[in-house]
C-alpha cells in the first residue's frame, strides 16, 4: 500500500511538472492524506465530452492543435483554458496561467 501510494504521489509530481510546461497550472495543496489539486472556479468541457459538445457549449477554439500519436491526442486552445481530446473526445482539461 505504501509503495503504490508513493508511486501514485511521484507520477501526480511528474504530470503536474508536464503540464507546466505547457503554460498552465494547477495549483497544489497539502491535505492531512497527502497531496491534492485545488480546483478551478473557471467553466471547463467535462470529461467524454465530445468536440461536437464543446463547440456548442464553448464556441470554435482560437487555435485547434491537431492529433499526434496512437491514438491520436489533440487540443483545442480557448481564452482561460485548454481541451486535451483523444480521438473526439475529451480527456483532460488546463486552466491556462492568467
Not at 38 to 54: C, F, I, L, N
Not at 79 to 85: K, L, N, R, S
Request: proline content about 6%; glycine content about 8%; some cysteine.
Amino acid at each position: 500500500m505504501l509503495v503504490l501510494r508513493q508511486l501514485s504521489l511521484r507520477f501526480l509530481c511528474i504530470g503536474m511538472t508536464s503540464l507546466s510546461a505547457l503554460t498552465a497550472h494547477a495549483e497544489m495543496v497539502a491535505t492531512d492524506s497527502g497531496i491534492a489539486v485545488k480546483e478551478s472556479a473557471v467553466t471547463t468541457p467535462a470529461r467524454g465530452s465530445t468536440m461536437d459538445q464543446v463547440t456548442a457549449k464553448f464556441g470554435a477554439p482560437v487555435t485547434k492543435v491537431p492529433g499526434v500519436g496512437n491514438p491520436p491526442i489533440s487540443r483545442w486552445e480557448y481564452p482561460g483554458f485548454i481541451v486535451y481530446f483523444e480521438f473526439d473526445h475529451v480527456v483532460h482539461t488546463v486552466i491556462a496561467n492568467s
